[in-house]
């Protein structure tokens, strides 16, 4: 992907396509990422050597449980940049480095420092606070060293914000997977009833369903948005992008820190509404914080790569209802909708075609970076006609997104229900965990 240029001074120039190049073969870095991966493997392999020996049944389903689990997830992560998708080898990377690295770092890490703080100040307070000190500081420390371990090894593939946002994602989803799965081998453990699947289930429920939503994937996110900022915006003073990713990892401790905090576990509210309280309390401010970075991020990025097709001023390329389309999600969406409703699974497949050859078409132009017409920018153009010239046949030329009124309104009401049915949902797992 191409780096996108700041509001002013120097532009970012884009950079070559590809993962790896040849280049990083010869880097420290890609060896030092590949032996620190070998030995969280390693390490990660003992554990479950380990607990198949002892609980073969309870490990397998609660590897079997968080590894469907991570599916949606990585889905999600995996599309937020729709204008070019980021390399595969680099997501199983990310990955790769919280499930392997940031855990066989983080588990010996934290237990020690947790004794470091019961020893400093008194074991009652590391007990009481010592989850929402050390657990931060360890774990969203060890997880964005994985997004600047990417930086290193494939800079040319974190040009955005947008970028960090889903490599730093990545790492946490990762991080997550993988603890979770210890947590549930424990859980086994400390039931002592021999090799059951109810104490797995549980922990899914508790760890996965009710805590997954503000866990660890977005406190990765907005540590590594502030990667992504300090690496790609060179039109700012390195003072200031080093304060933003200071500020973006400050955040991803803060909202760490707020959900493991004690605060509200003896509040006065018990059972089912209590567990509710703490989910709206802890979970929905940092969701909305991140969320609303990841947006702004999002926009920028497509404002960036929509405009390059603007320039062409060409309606067969993309008319100004396909530019305001292609930058929104939302309205990416709506537009296939709408192409569905006219011409059926066909014309949906059309124009689902059509914006991704724009998005590539878009990217390409970047590179060339005025050098005419390039191979990759010939092709994707060639593209772009053919499924131009596919809609017109089933008479649906346009690729547009129906103008809707009341669309903010519309958006609020759908968030509330989506939001309600949610709640709903989580108040009847906490029911049937035991909650009253």
């Known amino acids: 992907m191409s780096a996108i240029p700041g509001d002013g001074g120097n532009e970012v120039l884009p950079t070559p396509e590809g993962a790896l190049s040849r280049g990083a073969l010869l ?3 890609f060896w030092v990422l590949t032996l620190l991966l070998a030995v969280g493997m390693v390490r990660m392999a003992v554990f479950l050597r380990e607990s198949i020996t002892v ?6 389903v609660a590897v079997a449980l968080f590894a469907l689990y991570a599916v949606p997830f990585w889905i999600f992560v995996g599309g937020l940049d729709f204008m070019e998708r980021e390399p595969p080898t680099l997501l199983v990377t990310a990955f790769a480095w919280g499930a392997l690295v940031a855990t066989a770092v983080a588990i010996p890490g934290s237990g020690a420092l947790h004794n470091v703080l019961a020893k400093l100040i008194s074991p009652e307070f590391a007990t009481a606070w010592g989850a929402a000190i050390v657990g931060p500081t360890v774990e969203e420390t060890v997880k964005v060293l994985g997004v600047f371990a990417i930086v290193l090894v494939a800079g040319a593939q974190v040009n955005s914000p947008l970028d960090g946002v889903v490599y730093g994602a ?18 086994v453990a400390v039931e002592g009833q021999g090799d059951r699947v109810s104490p797995v289930v549980i922990t899914f429920f508790l760890r996965g369903f009710l805590a997954g939503l503000w866990s660890h994937t977005l406190f990765g996110a907005l540590a590594g948005f502030g990667v992504g900022y ?23 401790w803060a909202c760490h820190f707020l959900w493991n905090t004690p605060i509200l576990l003896d509040g006065p509210v018990e059972g089912a509404l209590g567990v509710l309280l703490i989910l709206v309390v802890k979970g929905i401010p940092p969701l909305l914080l991140i969320a609303y970075v990841v947006r702004r991020a999002h926009e920028r990025e497509a404002e960036y790569y929509v405009a390059q097709l603007a320039r062409l001023n060409d309606p067969e390329i993309a008319t100004e209802a396909e530019l305001r389309a292609l930058g929104s999600g939302t309205r990416r969406a709506a537009a296939r909708e709408h192409a569905h409703g006219r011409a059926g699974m066909r014309g949906r497949h059309a124009v689902r075609k059509l914006q991704r050859a724009q998005a590539h078409l878009a990217v390409s132009l970047s590179r060339a970076n005025g050098d005419g017409e390039t191979a990759a920018v010939a092709r994707f153009s060639r593209e772009v006609r053919a499924q131009r010239a596919r809609l017109v046949r089933l008479g649906h030329p346009e690729a547009r997104a129906p103008e809707e009124k009341g669309g903010t309104v519309r958006s609020v009401f759908t968030l509330a229900g989506a939001a309600g049915i949610v709640m709903m949902v989580v108040w009847a797992a906490i029911s049937a965990l035991g909650g009253r």
């Open 170 to 187: 990545m790492v946490g989803l990762g991080f997550q997977v993988a603890e979770d799965v210890v947590f549930a081998v424990n859980a």
């Open 27 to 29: 880097m420290p870095a």
């Open 55 to 60: 609980y073969p049944v309870a490990t397998v």
């Open 230 to 252: 300090l690496v790609v915006r060179t039109d700012r003073r390195l003072s200031w992008r080093i304060g933003v990713a200071a500020l973006a990892f400050t955040g991803s």
